[in-house]
């Protein structure tokens, strides 16, 4: 199954908000509340930083919060600060032949 | 706290075979899904493998399927991934990863092994 298209890209200043989307379709995203969202940084193992569309681990800044319409989710990062410089990545549960399925990833960079 | 430490990978010959395991701790094994996740260098991430906690629903990615299983010891704590007829895009870093409790959504996850499958 095909990643989940994200911006390759995306950037603010510090204390700004940015939001990421992740385009899927009602076999993924759409259909099901189990989108996910990830923060990798360089050489270090993905952290779970959403699940279950909106909900936000124990230790999760709540300057992060996830969305979703439709077959698109979205994660918001409020008060953009330099250590929410990372790599980002959507997930969903999916019925196709696989069981998850990854977004293409999202660079955010702190200007 | 949970841990999830992976084997050390290593550099493999396309058609050749490797064996990853990870060692859990900290949490239930027995009683959680488990998964395997790669990404290639500089790439995304890519779900590779799914195993019930008593083995009663595995799951493998179309790019896998064939060529790779996944396998639990619950009285050892520890998950497998046996990889045969590699080839060069399974180069990647391979992670291990628990399933949440009660949900569909990957929550913990180890550091990672490198895989290089090169001649």
């Known amino acids: 199954q095909a990643a989940l298209p994200q911006p390759a890209s995306v950037s603010g200043s510090p204390g700004q908000s940015i939001t990421i989307s992740c385009a899927g379709t009602s076999s993924d995203v759409g259909g099901y509340n189990y989108v996910s969202w990830y923060q990798q940084h360089p050489g270090k193992a993905p952290k779970l930083m959403i699940y279950e569309v909106n909900n936000r681990p124990s230790g999760v800044s709540n300057r992060f919060s996830g969305s979703k319409s439709g077959n698109t989710a979205s994660l918001t990062i409020s008060g953009l600060q330099a250590e929410d410089e990372a790599d980002y990545f959507c997930?969903?549960?999916?019925?196709?032949?696989?069981?998850?399925?990854f977004g293409t990833g999202t660079k955010v960079t702190v200007l | 706290e949970v841990q999830l430490v992976e084997s050390v990978g290593g550099l493999v010959k396309p058609g050749g075979s490797l064996r990853l395991s990870c060692a859990a701790s900290?949490?239930?094994?027995?009683?959680?899904?488990m998964n395997w996740v790669r990404q290639a260098p500089g790439k995304g991430l890519e779900w590779v493998a799914s195993?019930?906690?008593?083995?009663?629903?595995?799951y493998y990615a179309d790019s896998v399927k064939g060529r790779f299983t996944i396998s639990r010891n619950n009285r050892q704590n520890s998950l497998y991934l046996q990889m045969n007829s590699l080839r060069a895009e399974d180069t990647a870093t391979y992670y291990c990863?628990?399933?949440?409790?009660?949900?569909?959504?990957?929550?913990?996850w180890g550091q990672g092994t490198l895989v290089t499958v090169s001649s």
């Open positions: 990863a628990t399933e949440a409790a009660y949900s569909s959504y990957i929550d913990y």
């Open positions: 997930s969903s549960y999916t019925s196709n032949s696989s069981v998850y399925v």
């Open positions: 900290g949490f239930s094994f027995s009683t959680y899904t």
């Open positions: 195993i019930s906690s008593a083995t009663s629903y595995i």
